[in-house]
Each structure stands twice: as C-alpha cells, then as structure tokens.
T-cell receptor
Framework: AQSVTQLDSHVSVSEGTPVLLRCNYS??????LFWYVQHPNKGLQLLLK??????LVKGINGFEAEFKKSETSFHLTKPSAHMSDAAEYFC??????????FGKGTMLLVSP | KAGVTQTPRYLIKTRGQQVTLSCSPI?????VSWYQQTPGQGLQFLFE???????NKGNFPGRFSGRQFSNSRSEMNVSTLELGDSALYLC???????????FGSGTRLTVV
C-alpha cells in the first residue's frame, strides 16, 4: 500500500518570497509522484510529475520538485510566489494500475 | 484539444434517489478514474477503468458503481443516495498509468 503525508495544512508567504510545500510518501514499489493544484471551485491541474527519470522535476508556472528516495520526500518549491499561486496543492503517489493516493492538501496563502 | 468533460456540473437530489454522472475523457485516453472529494475525507479513489474493464476499486459501498463504454466515455452511478454522498465527484483520464491524470472540473452533487 502507498500513502502520502503533506506536512503542512497551511503555508503563508509574501508575494515575491520562496515557496516550500513539503511532502513525504510511503510506497512498497517504485512510485510515480505528482503535484496537483486546485483553485477554488475548479478541478485539479497537474503541476509536475516524477516517473523514475530525472530526480529534479520542473513543472508549469515556475514550480519544481526534487525526488529524494533516501528521505522518501517530494517537496514542491518555487523561487518567487505570485498572488495567482494562492490555491490548494496536493501531493499524489501512484503505483500499479493507476490508483492515485492523495495527500490531505496544503493551502497556500500569498499576501501582497 | 478538448479536456475532460463532466456533466452535469451541479446536481441536487433527494435522499433515496439514484444519480448518474458522465465523463468524456480526452480523445485517445483509455484510462478513466473517478474520485470523491469532501471537506472531511479529502480526495478518495472510487474506481478506475481501462478499455471497458474495471481494474481497481476503492473502499466504497456497492451503491457506487461505474462503467466504461467502447469510446472510453465513463459513467458513475450512485443508488439510494445518502446525505453523506454530497461531494464533488471528479473524473480523470490518462493515456497510460504513468503519464499523470488530467482532471475534469467535476460534478458537485448535493443530497438533501
């Protein structure tokens, strides 16, 4: 079985400062890992994915994440936050036959 | 290209009724998954279909069922609705299970 733990339920940053959203995973098999973002009253948008290629993954809107097997982590970062980044972010793990296991989500708040 | 289309966007049903939700995946995507999102339980996996076959099923009662047609379109049915079934139901499609999923905007079901 697999599981995901998002270490912070809320993260607050100021516009222009770095963003760090933390995620730890547990998996019996080699996982695929994803970050999704959900804006209010919208569906989920794929930010980036790790599928056993490069450990540093670049995504859309300036986000990136690094897969660290030894730490079982897949933290999401962005050098400079923008007001439009305010949303809920989900770390997701997938192994075998496409079952996605979601973390509880991290709400990112961006202040001017 | 067109995204994942879910219909209807909103539904209000009465306890005891049944409901059918529809999902049209991205053209060429053969894998379709369904998820339930609630404030208390977060995002939970319902089931996944690939080429008309259910490959995996989440931990939901038998009142929740689904199917996939030969054109990859999928439907989800919930019978004998309960108040606790009120949720956002998300459909997602993918060409393979390692590519990451594209989500629709969801169907918001309210049971009164």
């Amino acid at each position: 079985a697999q599981s995901v733990t998002q270490l912070d339920s809320h993260v607050s940053v100021s516009e222009g400062t770095p963003v760090l959203l933390r995620c730890n995973y547990s998996s019996s098999y080699s996982p695929s890992l994803f970050w999704y973002v959900q804006h209010p009253n919208k569906g989920l948008q794929l930010l980036l994915k790790y599928t056993s290629a490069a450990t540093l993954v670049k995504g859309i809107n300036g986000f990136e994440a690094e897969f660290k097997k030894s730490e079982t982590s897949f933290h999401l970062t962005k050098p400079s936050a923008h007001m439009s980044d305010a949303a809920e972010y989900f770390c997701v793990v997938s192994v075998l036959y496409s079952t996605l296991t979601f973390g509880k989500g991290t709400m990112l708040l961006v202040s001017p | 290209k067109a995204g994942v289309t879910q219909t209807p966007r909103y539904l209000i049903k009465t306890r005891g009724q049944q409901v059918t939700l529809s999902c049209s995946p991205i053209s060429g995507h053969r894998s379709v998954s369904w998820y339930q999102q609630t404030p208390g339980q977060g995002l939970q996996f319902l089931f996944e279909y690939f080429s008309e076959t259910q490959r995996n099923k989440g931990n939901f009662p038998g009142r929740f069922s689904g199917r996939q047609f030969s054109n990859s379109r999928s439907e989800m049915n919930v019978s004998t609705l309960e108040l606790g079934d009120s949720a956002l139901y998300l459909c997602a499609s993918s060409p393979t299970d390692r590519e990451g999923y594209t989500f629709g905007s969801g169907t918001r079901l309210t049971v009164v």
